[in-house]
């Protein structure tokens, strides 16, 4: 018996090639690790579909991006274009050479604004932020 499956890998936490160790009524119960050599029960769902299902926390961040999304693509405001000297509101919209419009959403003291990308969360430095 030396089927090999391919199985989520806890340690390399990757997708590999795993030697199936024991099977019982068919269906495999412990496999093999070839690249790391560590062994574990056999699961048929892969970690992403269990992490599929949102919590609380994932559905109010989805909310807040929605939000931010809603706000960059209403363009009532004129795009600031960025710059590491530049000093920014919450609220701005920050266009970026490399990751394009965004929105900040956050000013991080002394000198940093967090903004939010089409793409994502960026933690952007700026100018000093007025007291």
């Keep these: 018996m030396l089927d090999e499956v391919i199985h989520y890998c806890t340690r390399c936490k990757l997708d590999l090639n795993h030697r199936i160790l024991r099977v019982e009524e068919g269906v495999p119960k412990r496999v093999l690790c070839l690249t790391c050599k ?24 989805a909310t807040l991006e929605a939000g931010w999304l809603e706000k960059l693509n209403a363009g009532t405001k004129t795009p600031k274009p960025y710059s590491m000297e530049g000093i ?11 990751f394009g419009l965004g929105i900040n959403t956050e000013l991080v003291p002394p000198n940093k604004v967090q903004v939010f990308f089409q793409d994502g969360m960026k933690l952007l430095q700026c100018g000093n932020h007025p007291k």
């Excluded at 919450?90 to 266009?95: A, L, R």
């Design 38 to 61: 560590t062994d574990r029960m056999y699961r048929s769902k892969i970690p992403a579909a269990r992490r599929a299902a949102t919590g609380r926390a994932n559905a109010a961040r």
């Design 88 to 98: 920014y509101k919450v609220d701005d919209i920050v266009e970026h050479k490399v």
